[in-house]
Every structure is written in C-alpha cells, then in structure tokens.
C-alpha cells in the first residue's frame, strides 16, 4: 500500500530564506508526483508536476526533484516572500490506479 | 483561469437536510472526477471517482448510499450528501485533469457544515 510522508510538518521562516519541502513514498512504481499549494479555506492549486522518467521541474522560484529510486521528491523554494505562507501538499499516482495519495502536507509561514 | 469549477463554496443547513455539490470542467471534457474530503488540518482523502456513463467507484468505508455521485455528462459531477449529520461536516473537493499524464486540477472545495 502507497503511503506518503511529508517533513517537515511545519515550518516558520523569516522572509527570503531559501527552503526545501520533503516528501517520501513508499512504493517506487508511481507514473507521476505532482507539488500542490493550498491557502487556508481554498482548493489546491496546481505547482508543479513530474513524471516518473523525469528528474526534476523548474516554475520560478520554485524547484522539484524525483528520486524514484529512494522514494523521495523535495520541493526547493528560493528566496521566501510572505506570499508563501500556505500549505504544500505532494501527492502521488501509482502506476495503474488513477488516483492521487497525498501527504499530509507542510504548514509553511513566512514572516516579514 | 480555473480548470474546475466546484459550487456552492460554502453550504450551512439543518441536520437531515440532503446537500448536493456539483464540479464541472471547463473547456475541456472529463470522463473521470474525484471526490476529495477534507478534515480541518488533515490531508485530503479520497472518497471515490466519478465516471462518465457508469457508476461510480468508492474508496473503502464510504458509504455509497450516503455519497451520492453522479456523472450525468462528460462536463458534470455531482456529489450528494444524503440526510446529512454533524460528523458529514466537513471540505468536500473535487479534481479531475486533461489526460492521465497531465496535471491534476482541484476545484475550490465546498464548506459544508450540518447543524
């Protein structure tokens, strides 16, 4: 059974650090990880997706590697703006299901 | 702009009352949606997927008979809460994505809250 883990669980920063975000998972067969951002009350947005066959994916400030191997994906924000203050959720899909596992995610703050 | 479309945001009725929430996509065709619930600080769990034509498949311990689905067309979902309780209280999400190898996209999740 896929399980995923998020560390750290959460994470208070001043602004403009750079911070990495780490998720694990247990079964390697997995066709893509997908990084989501929710706000407090909201939906998941969308940040950044990697197939299994890829190594990482880059949108702005925002880094993600995959180590399928080990069972690891980390998400590297640079240089924190409070704007950043959300919850970042990994989740993903395993080869031959077509649903999403998720982590229980990382409370991030980032104060001026 | 928003892939998904998930409505009413937020939804505060009397105990026995049946809610439904609908999820729709835009601009793009969805023979398959997922239905997400989501306690306060937890992660989200899901709760079955919606598929165009047939029924629906639950995760194991959601009651069918309680969470209705259906997926009348290849653009709407809906999730109904049947003679819903206190402990229904909860975030209801829904997500679906382009193809199998794209993106997943949420819609803003419902607020339902049972007095």
């Known amino acids: 059974k896929q399980e995923v883990t998020q560390i750290p669980a959460a994470l208070s920063v001043p602004e403009g650090e750079n911070l990495v975000l780490n998720c694990s998972f247990t079964?390697?067969?997995?066709?893509?990880l997908q990084w989501f951002r929710q706000d407090p009350g909201k939906g998941l947005t969308s940040l950044l997706l990697?197939?299994?066959?890829?190594r990482e994916q880059t949108s702005g400030r925002l880094n993600a590697s995959l180590d399928k191997s080990s069972g690891r994906s980390t998400l590297y924000i640079a240089a924190s703006q409070p704007g950043d203050s959300a919850t970042y959720l990994c989740?993903?899909?395993?080869?031959?299901?077509?649903?999403?596992?998720f982590g229980a995610g990382t409370r991030l703050a980032v104060h001026p | 702009g928003a892939v998904v479309s998930q409505h009413p945001s937020r939804v505060i009725c009397k105990s026995g009352t049946s809610v439904k929430i609908e999820c729709r996509s835009l601009?793009?065709?969805?023979?398959?949606m997922f239905w997400y619930r989501q306690f306060p600080k937890q992660s989200l769990m899901l709760m079955a997927t919606?598929?165009?034509?047939?029924?629906?498949?639950?995760e194991q311990g959601v009651e069918k008979d309680k969470f209705l689905i259906n997926h009348a067309s290849l653009t709407l979902s809906t999730l109904t809460v049947t003679s819903a309780h206190p402990e229904d209280s909860s975030f209801y999400i829904c997500?679906?994505?382009?193809?199998?190898?794209?993106?997943?996209?949420f819609g803003d999740g419902t607020r339902l809250s049972i007095l």
């Open positions: 989740a993903v899909k395993a080869l031959g299901y077509n649903k999403l596992i």
């Open positions: 079964d390697s067969a997995i066709y893509n």
């Open positions: 990697i197939q299994s066959s890829q």
């Open positions: 601009d793009f065709q969805a023979t398959t």
């Open positions: 919606s598929n165009e034509g047939s029924k629906a498949t639950y």
């Open positions: 997500s679906t994505s382009v193809g199998e190898a794209q993106p997943q996209h």
